[in-house]
């Protein structure tokens, strides 16, 4: 029976509207897996001497057991972001002869075809097979393996639970980020070390092998508990969408922008209560991050300040881009509705370039954490925001007019590509190129600072233009309003 | 109120739309047609949705395309894509209502006058638009455009999606805004009985042009059934 139904998934593969993009997709996908298995393999066969080469004098194999706990805790949070919930159209299914049991064991076998399963076996298997083998002996060695897939198994069944979960309660999902930072936060001022548990953990199953039991023991009963929750919450596959009654709200702290207002808290409603922009965004908020790569103490201490301004342009603009970059796109079910409403073009745009600095200027805020890592940071941070809520915004406008491409709300973000064109790949080039033209010539000229304050005083001269360069995209927007509105149509 | 003047469009050399001349006044005009007769794609041309090989739509004396003020008085419910999935009936009309200057107020007294139309299953249906039935979509959007209280209604095939009582309910209440004020209310139609019963012109498309112009009369139904039959 798992069989048959396999068959049909593959069959609604292949004949769905557009399966010619779908394998376009996968192969894209295929050749990513690709790489990623190529990548884990090299990486596995050379931990040795990687390890041996990073931490002279140790031995090698309780350092390489520190490791273990962060890339499971590392692959827990990459599955919650980019595993897809295997789903089945249950509704034809249900009224059919078939047990309710072997459609849920059919999820779960469907939801092993997955990368995500293979990929820690290349990576850690080659190490264990080798060096731990040659020390402790094939026993011990085997003990690991299986210890090291039942974690696997673990970590997917968690996975999967917890993201059912979170489509039923929002709160899970903040649950779960918040630990998240709490466990990175812990390891990061040594509270207590990853690394320490982790070697102490897998050292214990290298003395005792038979430990691997406990880990078995723990795959099956997060596969139970994924089981049991599947079977009561049969429907929810399918009827996701129906649970819990939905509440009007109003912002009213909004009110008071009157038109602008109301446009803005409806984008803000369909950021909330639409799985595409809401996960997009979810993801936008670990870009914040991203200044413990760009603001590295060496950076700072060299004044690199292209780089540092690259990742503070990137940290200010991170919610820009990814509202902007479907900036009408994202209302391309209701663009037909949106221009027969009472609403002047030129408000519509005004109240989407309002939204984007709104957005940037949270972002920026946030970011002024990072003057804790160096004050310097801070005029840096200034400079690209401004550069952001007037430049950026304004070439943000202009983009979104160029984009044909529906979208739908409802599917996820990862590996979605729906709605995705030229447009999207050639906006974070051109905001980059916009920034370095104005930045490189008074950095090279003058210095790196006048670059700096360059790119702040462009972003203050273009808002004080704002009024201007909307009428230009209210222009723009009204000549092509009829190819958007045909392509959204589409859709 | 409306006026057109030389309209065409048409798809890869086919044409969808090719109105010459044609004066919309006061009243409830029906428009009837087979499918692919052009019926849409003329209220799409009117909204100024689509744009026209050779375009002239002018509602009082004013070019749709080049000013935006039709959209003060001018309502319309085409399709789903004119309703905000993702916003509860109330916050819908709260919206549309604002943005023709009602008050909450004004647009619950509204629709408290609509409530034998919505049935019970519009407000305080705990759900968002996108999980209502097609019906009520419908519902909703009529709605929504009764509030604005405009001067031109334009409805796409309305009696189609609504149920038996709700079709009869939406020939009176559109017989009752009528007879309130002169206003331009367009609706087109498969269903002759309900057409010749509400409207007081008819105008019948084929291949995207306008064949009759008729003024109803007793012998409207039959002139119309003579022209649909097989």
Redesign the interface.
Known sequence: MIYTLLQHQWKSFWRSRNAGRNVAIQIIIGFFVLYLIVAAIFLGFSFDSILSDAFPHQDVIPVFMGFILYYFAFDMIMRFIMQELPTLAVQPYLTQNIKRNQLVSFLNVRSLFSIFIFLPLFLFLPFITTTVSAKYGALVSLSLVVTIFSLVIFNHFMALFIKRKTILNQWWLIGFFLLILLVVAADYFKIFSFRDISAAVFMKVIKIPALCLVFIALAIASWYNNNIFLRKNFYLENLE??T???????FSWLQRFG?YG?LIS?DI??IQ??KRPRSLFLLSVIFLFYGFIFFKPENIKAGNLGILLVGSIFITGMFMVSFGQFLFAW?S?????M???????KTYIKSKMMLLIFFSSIAFLLSLLYGFVSVKLIPILIASWLFNIGVHSILTGFIGTRNYKGLD?SKRSSFNYQGTGAAQWLYSLIILVAGAIIYLPFALLINKWAGIAAIGIAGIISLLMQDWWIDKITVQFKKQK?KM??GF?EN | MITINNLLKSYNHKVAVDIPQLEIGNGIIGLVGNNGAGKTTLFRLLLDLIKADKDEVYFNDKDVSKNEDWKNYTAAYIDEGFLIPYLTPEEYFYFVGKLHNRSKVNVDEMLSGLAAFFDGSILNSGKYIRDLSKGNQFKVGIAACLIQEPDVIILDEPFANLDPSSQIRLIKMLEELNAKKPMAILVSSHDLNHITEVCTRILLMEKGRIIKDLKTSSDTLTELEDYFRV
């Open positions: 969408k129906s819990g009654k939905k509440k009007s709200t109003d038109t109301d409806i409603k369909l209560r639409n209302q079910s209701h663009f037909d509705g221009m027969a409403a009472n609403i002047q073009v709300l009829y509105l045909d149509r």
